[in-house]
């Protein structure tokens, strides 16, 4: 092994992110150009510049054809979800940054809309309904809210980790930018399976967002204040052969990008991701990741890019992914008893940093399912880093990130490679690989480990006997890597 130059791995990912962001407009289009601006019309016909549309909605509401283009102008600025049609780019066009694509309708920074209501906790209120936020980002995404998230029993919130006490937003928010969100307006017609009183229907529900703020008016402290509401951003459903290219997607509750059913040709390329997730999934039921809590509220929203269910020819290459509650990038399916094939899945050239998971996959076979597989999975040439250190560790499953996080189900595989990744800093697991039987293990080659001594190297192996032991990162991680592992060309650095 040999010891970390840390600052080689911190410019080498500011290359690759300066890449990224500067990558040129080189993709494809057989079909009619459609163009979106900020200075458009959503009246136009959008098939000139001049002609712009200027709105997500106009955009989503389009008769498209397969082959067809929407082009998103550089340098602006566009809010709300993006509803795919089958066989068409979402990409850029004209010069500077990449189009800019958030998910709330504003940002929180106008003063007039901030109210303290509670002048001696410095507790103030957004003067307008919102959806539920993950968190929300202040300044040029320099720091974040703590989500407080009371569970919802007996028809009252109490507190998550003490459910005989009921919750005070003012008594729990102990922290300068704790952030609550209150909604309990509609309830579910149906009960929930651990307890007899319905509970809050979270999706579209618009609340009241409280915020701690010590040192004054949120807008007037930080000028920048950007929410992650319930909203995903780009919704490529069912639709085959979606290619989404050079947009630059922030500050997102849900998934940047997500998909599910069966899906062929998704290809994701050259794009920036950040700040993405937390919001409220629903209150009921045991949180299956919180086992210390008893009965907590499950927050799981918030992957990059996403594919639940089967795939063909799923391509995720050059790009820049960050700040994510859960995973940067991921294919996952609990199968329900019905075969699920998920193939042809490529991974390559992204830097994914301070996200809980930078690649996140399974393949949960229950309900008498045999039959599910994965086949030709490429995870090659990424920058995965720093995963945990990011704002999604405020879960309460604290223990669970890993730069490749497989899970310990079925995950049944063939033709899986690993190879030439630079695996830096976790802080639980570097890897999460285990499978029922072994010939589903990746085949590691040639990737670099880094990783503080005495922390976790992680797990591989199989598990139909039991669980394969979490390795430590100590003076015996070479050996572990490259006997283990596998991975016999791999370069191991430590820090002290």
């Not at 930018?177 to 929930?192: A, N, P, Q, V």
């Amino acid at each position: 092994m040999k010891r970390a130059d840390i600052s080689f791995f911190d410019t080498l990912a500011q290359k690759r992110a300066k890449e990224i962001r500067q990558a040129a407009d080189n993709i494809e289009i057989k079909g009619k150009k459609y163009y979106v601006s900020n200075d458009g019309d959503d009246k136009n016909d959008g098939l000139s510049e001049c002609g712009a549309w200027k709105t997500l909605a106009r955009v989503s509401a389009a008769e498209l054809s397969s082959g067809d283009g929407v082009l998103f102008r550089r340098g602006d600025v566009f809010r709300g979800t993006v509803k795919t049609r089958a066989g068409v780019t979402y990409a850029a066009y004209g010069e500077g940054e990449k189009p800019k694509l958030y998910g709330w309708d504003r940002g929180l920074d106008d003063p007039a809309l901030w109210e303290e209501v509670d002048t001696e906790r410095h507790i103030w209120k957004w003067g307008e309904r919102i959806l539920d936020p993950g968190t929300l980002v202040f300044g040029e995404d320099e720091q974040w809210s703590r989500k407080l998230i009371p569970s919802y029993i007996g028809g009252r919130f109490v507190c998550r980790d003490d459910e005989s006490r009921v919750f005070d937003m003012a008594v729990e928010m102990t922290e300068d930018l704790d952030l609550y969100w209150h909604y309990d307006e509609r309830l579910t017609t149906r009960t929930t399976t651990d307890d007899a009183s319905p509970i809050p229907v979270v999706d579209d529900s618009l609340g009241e967002l409280y915020l701690r703020c010590d040192r004054g008016n949120p807008a007037m402290v930080f000028g920048k204040i950007e929410a992650l509401t319930h909203r995903p951003m780009i919704v490529a459903g069912r639709n085959d052969n979606v290619r989404i290219d050079n947009l630059c997607m922030k500050y997102i509750g849900h998934h940047a990008v997500c998909a599910g059913g069966h899906v062929k040709g998704l290809h994701v390329t050259n794009c920036e991701i950040g700040w993405i997730g937390g919001t409220i999934q629903h209150y009921e039921g045991t949180d299956p990741n919180y086992p210390e809590g008893g009965r907590g509220t499950v927050t799981r929203f918030g992957n990059g890019i996403e594919i639940y269910g089967g795939c063909e020819d799923y391509l995720v290459e050059n790009c820049y992914i960050y700040q994510s509650y859960d995973a940067g990038v991921t294919h996952q399916i609990t199968t329900g008893g019905k075969k699920t094939v998920m193939e042809g899945i490529r991974y390559k050239n992204n830097l994914i940093e301070r996200c809980v998971y930078a690649i996140e996959y399974f393949l949960d076979m229950n309900k008498g399912d045999t039959e599910s597989y994965m086949k030709d999975i490429v995870m090659e040439g990424n920058i995965l880093r720093l995963s945990g250190y990011g704002w999604g560790q405020q879960r309460h499953n604290y223990h669970t990130p890993a730069h490749i996080k497989g899970w310990s189900y079925y995950n049944r595989a063939s033709d899986y490679r690993i190879v030439d990744n630079i695996f830096d800093r976790a802080a639980y697991r570097m890897l999460h690989l285990v499978a029922r039987e072994p010939e589903s293990l990746p085949k590691m080659s040639g990737n670099t480990y880094v990783q503080t001594l005495g922390g976790s190297l992680g797990q591989y192996g199989a598990n139909q006997e039991k669980e394969p032991p979490i390795l430590t990162f100590d003076e015996n991680a070479e050996a572990s890597v490259k006997e283990l592992f596998g991975d016999a060309e791999a370069e191991i650095f430590y820090i002290d």
